[in-house]
């Protein structure tokens, strides 16, 4: 190539920078979308999501909401923050650390009427896992616990 | 008495570190040859030290020794003597002890056999390596002392947490602690080199080994990491995007551009700012990531270990290391005088753009990573998951594929198209081939079509080099290159097979029932306990037949263990030579049903296959440079000896 050194130098330079601008700019803009990517009962209250999207659901299992169905391995449960309650069905195996009033977080998307249908459970798997009380608890405080349940 | 001697160890070898700093700082500038006599041998009883220390710290924990703190807390009496060993790394005190004694080992060995680079700059790469460690010392004598004994001792201990209770995960922290204080060794060759301005290709020479080392162990992590994470987590996933599997995959980003460069360096004395530049970046990478992984910070589902308070320590020490760096770095850099150059098409010029890359994907994985932390500033809770970071980064890994297809095959300063036509075309049909093939065949997504393709291709092209050469002579890196990039084919294959083709069952079933998935029949024999060590479990009893052959069985488990109260889902796999079927067990249904979760994964296992196979790559490359140095040196010294003979006479 009949460039010169410094020119070429530019060259490089600037495809460098080109490419870390295009990175930065693509990462922004799929961040912003991150930020309405978790949902607490309350938020899907206040601006529901459209149906279909992937979206993330955090809270608090409502206790005595677990019911396993006929088929027995598609488990509805109510998700529930203080504020708002969210019906929620999962088919699959539950996550060791899933029980009544347990902090759960789950990976999936609203359906037309109104339930969020899990892909996805996650439970901590931690040393230090406790099983909090729900009894008591602000919302703030279980956004937080739902917050260390899984990110 | 034991862990007194430990700690005294410890404490003797942090002043060993202070000796090490100093002589080299002060005796390098004053021209002290005495000062100067005590660096090396100060590396070296340091390293001695060290592993006094740690050794003292495995005993204890052998004999679970209760009255010492750290094993009351993480061991158990019951434990099988592999945890109880395992137990002494699995914790934050001991592991920070193993990573201090790895880097004492490696200053010993640095100031025991290198030899070529000149004084100066010997003195100031150690002085930095002394200064790098002390900091840990600092952190495990005042705040974290492994060794610290608990009055009255405890008549049994806390016991491990299950899911480090795993060969796999009992190996899989020291493999990526030893890649994290590789790089530190790096770095110290790059605060050596700017501070005494010898930026050449001998430091090149020099530094490229401990990279290629860092580099195989951090693979070799990644990839045990993540077939961990696969076999134990019972989700069947390989990668989640967790902010600790990150931690581990941003310093491999940068060591994987810091290898490359460096080699430009070594071979052809271009880029030299830049690899001083990612010399840093990279230990800032495997800092941030301790940081990240110990602060608990970032929640994770693989945070073992966490401690905010510690966190800040390592924050500050990450902070004044990397500043101090970079600080050197702008006061230096403009110093170094330019490299030689080189025209865009050349290896040079595909290295260039493998760098830029590696660095883009760096930074998008950087920017997820940290993301929620910075929203949280504004208290706005996010998190950022695979939606985010597989397209962002797939955007830059794809692309560069392509130059993977195309940059060993160039020569180094210029080529030119005309020449590499062949081979090029070659790999590009092969992967329209694959990419037609696929999607005549299939429906699948765009992503796993595209990376079929360019798994076809690159695994075409990475074997190209070696034609019309001479095979038995070819050099060990040249095989080592070869390898590697074909194991970055064979890992993205079994990437997009997982995606595109996996298949899933879900049943509840009663025992004697026949479930299909796939080409397998899986029928429920019976669910009944077991007992282990320190664990009892109910395990379904399966046998499973691929396309009608003999039956094998599968035994997945959930399993319960007692100290400390848990319960983990322990999977049965079983794998041919296309794949594995994968199968866990649930809860029992009230109607005495149990829940099964079967698998068939094609050609998942090709994904750490390919791993280990890029890890080989670069043993293979790192045995060629090692044995390549000492040929060379013996040479010298021969000629050396024969020149003082003919002196004498």
Redesign the interface.
Same mark, same amino acid.
């Given at each position: 190539m009949g460039l010169k050194p410094k020119h070429q130098r530019l060259v490089l330079l600037s495809l460098a920078l080109v490419a870390i601008i295009c990175a930065g700019l693509l990462a922004t803009v799929a961040l912003r979308d991150q930020a309405s990517y978790f949902y607490v009962p309350a938020d899907i209250a206040a601006d529901p999501p459209e149906a279909g999207r992937a979206i993330r659901l955090g809270g608090m299992v409502e206790h005595g909401s677990i019911a396993t169905q006929e088929d027995g391995v598609t488990v509805q449960f109510v998700v529930q923050d203080g504020e708002a309650r969210v019906p929620v069905t999962y088919t699959g195996i539950l996550p060791d650390l899933f029980v009544e009033g347990s902090g759960v977080v789950a990976d999936g998307s609203m359906n037309a009427s109104g339930t969020f249908v899990a892909d996805n459970l996650l439970a901590r798997h931690d040393e230090n896992y406790m099983p909090r009380e729900l009894e008591g608890m602000t919302t703030e405080q279980i956004r937080e616990e739902v917050q260390e349940t899984v990110e | 008495m034991i862990a007194e001697i430990g700690l005294a160890a410890l404490w003797l070898a942090a002043a060993l570190a202070v000796l090490q700093l100093l002589g080299g700082f002060i005796g390098a500038r004053r021209e002290d040859a005495q000062l100067v006599a005590l660096v090396r041998p100060a590396a070296i009883l340091q390293a001695l030290l060290c592993m006094t220390a740690f050794g003292a710290l495995l005993w204890v924990f052998a004999i679970t020794d209760l009255s010492v703190k750290l094993v009351a807390s993480n061991s158990h009496s019951l434990k099988p003597m592999i945890f109880k060993l395992s137990g002494a790394w699995g914790n934050h005190e001991g592991s920070m002890l193993l990573w201090v004694t790895v880097m004492a080992m490696a200053g010993g060995l640095i100031a025991n056999v290198e030899r070529r680079l000149p004084e100066r700059t010997m003195m100031a790469t150690l002085s930095a390596q002394a200064f790098v460690a002390l900091g840990f010392f600092a952190f495990l004598l005042l705040s974290s002392n492994p060794f610290e004994r608990l009055d009255p001792a405890p008549v049994e201990g806390n016991g491990l947490?299950p899911?480090l209770q795993d060969i796999g995960l009992a190996f899989h922290p020291p493999t990526l602690y030893i890649g994290y204080v590789g790089l530190s060794v790096a770095f110290s060759f790059a605060v050596g080199a700017l501070l005494t301005r010898n930026v050449t290709p001998d430091f090149a020479k020099v530094m490229r080994p401990w990279v290629l080392g860092a580099w195989v162990f951090l693979t070799v992590g990644i990839v045990a990491g993540s077939y961990w994470a696969y076999y134990e987590? @019972?989700?069947g996933g390989w990668w989640f995007w967790? *902010?600790v599997e990150n931690a581990s995959l941003m310093p491999w980003l940068a060591a994987t551009a810091l290898l490359h460069s460096v080699s430009v360096l070594a071979a052809r004395d271009a880029l030299r700012t830049w690899t001083i530049m990612l010399g840093v970046v990279a230990f800032s990478m495997s800092m941030l990531g301790t940081f990240l992984v110990r602060s608990g910070i970032? $929640?994770?589902?693989?945070?073992?270990a966490?401690d905010p308070e510690r966190g800040s320590f390592i924050l500050g020490l990450l902070i004044l290391y990397i500043g101090g760096a970079l600080v050197i770095f702008a006061l230096r850099a403009n110093t170094i005088a330019e490299g030689k150059?080189f025209?865009?098409?050349s290896r040079e @010029?595909a290295l +260039?753009?493998n760098n830029?890359?590696l660095? #883009?994907?760096l930074?998008?994985v950087l920017? @997820?990573t940290l993301? *929620?932390l910075l $929203?949280e500033a504004f208290n +706005?809770?996010?998190?950022?998951?695979p *939606?985010?970071f597989n *397209? +962002?980064s797939a955007?830059?890994f794809l692309p560069m594929l392509v130059v993977l297809m195309v940059g060993p095959l160039l020569r180094w300063r210029k080529d030119s198209f005309t020449r590499i036509r062949l081979p090029v075309m070659i790999a590009v049909v092969a992967a329209l081939a694959a990419l037609l093939l696929a999607w005549l065949l299939s429906d699948i997504g765009i992503l796993p079509l595209l990376g079929l393709a360019l798994a076809a291709g690159v695994a075409i092209a990475s074997v190209m080099p070696l034609r019309g050469r001479n095979l038995r002579r070819l050099p060990l890196p040249v095989w080592g290159m070869c390898i590697a990039h074909f194991g970055i084919a064979v890992a993205l294959f079994g990437m997009a097979s997982d995606t595109a083709f996996q298949q899933e069952r879900?049943?509840?079933a009663r025992p004697g029932q026949t479930v299909e998935v796939g080409p397998w029949n899986a029928t429920l024999a019976a669910v009944s306990p077991v007992a282990g060590p320190n664990w009892t479990a109910m395990q379904g009893d399966l046998l499973v037949s691929y396309r009608g052959a003999e039956p094998v069985p599968a035994q997945p488990q959930?399993r319960s263990f007692w100290t400390?109260v848990?319960? $983990?889902?322990e999977v049965a796999l079983v794998t041919r030579w296309n794949g594995q079927l994968y199968v866990?067990? @649930?809860?029992q #249904?009230?109607?005495g049903?149990w829940?099964l979760?079967l698998w068939w994964k094609p050609f998942v296992t090709f994904i750490w296959y390919g791993g280990l196979l890029i890890a080989l790559g670069g043993v293979l490359s790192l045995l060629g440079r090692v044995t390549g140095d000492v040929r060379r040196r013996t040479a010298t010294r021969r000629i050396a000896a024969r020149r003082a003979e003919e002196a004498a006479l």
């Open positions: - | 947490n899911l987590l @019972g989700w967790d *902010p970032l $929640t994770s589902v693989h945070a073992f966490v150059r025209a865009l098409l @010029g +260039v753009v830029v890359g660095s #883009a994907i930074g998008i920017l @997820g993301y *929620p $929203t +706005v809770r996010v998190s950022v998951g *939606p985010y *397209p +962002v955007v830059f879900l049943v509840a959930s400390p848990m319960e $983990t889902s866990a067990i @649930g809860n #249904a009230d109607d049903r829940q979760r």
